[in-house]
């Protein structure tokens, strides 16, 4: 990548990036305490442990599977938990007594 960096783009050695710093050992960004703590639980909440870019991990695709899986059953079995089927129950068992 060439850009203009110091001394202008008629120099472009001087413009060739590689992973945040020149070439020839010019610091182009500084990381600040904060920023690696950012950094370091950004890779947590997404689950990407190396990079720290991809949220696509298999780790992360699996987690949510499994967390929709258990909210599904979570809400199939709300009903039963308020006594929905005892109350289905009685009622049935009240309308056949009456009829």
Do not use: C
Request: charged share 20%; net charge positive.
């Amino acid at each position: 990548m060439v850009g203009i960096v110091g001394g202008g783009i008629d120099r472009p050695d001087l413009a060739i990036l590689s992973a945040g710093r020149l070439e020839r050992g010019t610091v182009t960004a500084r990381r600040s305490t904060l920023w690696r703590t950012f950094d370091f639980l950004w890779s947590l909440h997404i689950m990407d442990f190396k990079d720290h870019e991809d949220f696509n991990t298999p780790l992360l695709i699996i987690s949510t599977a499994l967390a929709l899986i258990v909210i599904v059953t979570g809400i199939v079995m709300f009903p039963s938990r308020l006594g929905y089927s005892a109350w289905r129950r009685r009622r049935a068992a009240a309308r056949g007594k009456v009829q």
